[in-house]
């Protein structure tokens, strides 16, 4: 069983910065994959980002070149770096761990989610 805490929402001017954090904790989750999804209000749950336990990364088209995956597996954690915020990307930002390692685009494959971290983005 794995626990995935996040932490680093909040909020934050349009143009701002914010760092996500995931923590895992009840196994080490090395050769986990680990995704960010978010879900804003009224809107379906998408994907953000994802890296693979071999640290392959994919991001959503809407994030690429504002957002980084990072992983520090000596800490359990995982990191979303979101630079350039958009008021669109206001949600609730959830992580979420796949044991086979994947690092899929969709929620399908993640069997252990977080409660979610909430960032608002003001314009």
């Known amino acids: 069983q794995v626990q995935l805490v996040e932490s680093g929402g909040g909020l934050v001017q349009a143009g701002g910065s914010l760092r996500l954090s995931c923590v895992a904790s009840?196994?080490?989750?090395?050769?986990?994959?680990v995704g960010w999804f978010r879900q804003a209000p009224g809107k379906e749950r998408e994907f953000v980002a994802a890296?693979?336990?071999?640290?392959?990364?994919g991001y959503a088209d809407s994030v690429k070149g504002r957002f980084t995956i990072s992983r520090d597996n000596a800490k359990n954690t995982v990191y979303l770096q979101m630079n350039s915020l958009k008021p669109e990307d206001t949600a609730v930002y959830y992580c979420?761990?796949?044991?086979?390692?994947?690092?899929?685009?969709?929620?399908?494959?993640?069997?252990?989610w977080g409660q979610g971290t909430q960032v608002t983005v003001s314009s």
């Open positions: 979420a761990a796949d044991r086979r390692g994947g690092g899929s685009k969709y929620a399908g494959p993640y069997e252990y």
């Open positions: 009840g196994r080490t989750f090395s050769t986990y994959a």
């Open positions: 890296i693979s336990w071999g640290d392959s990364i």
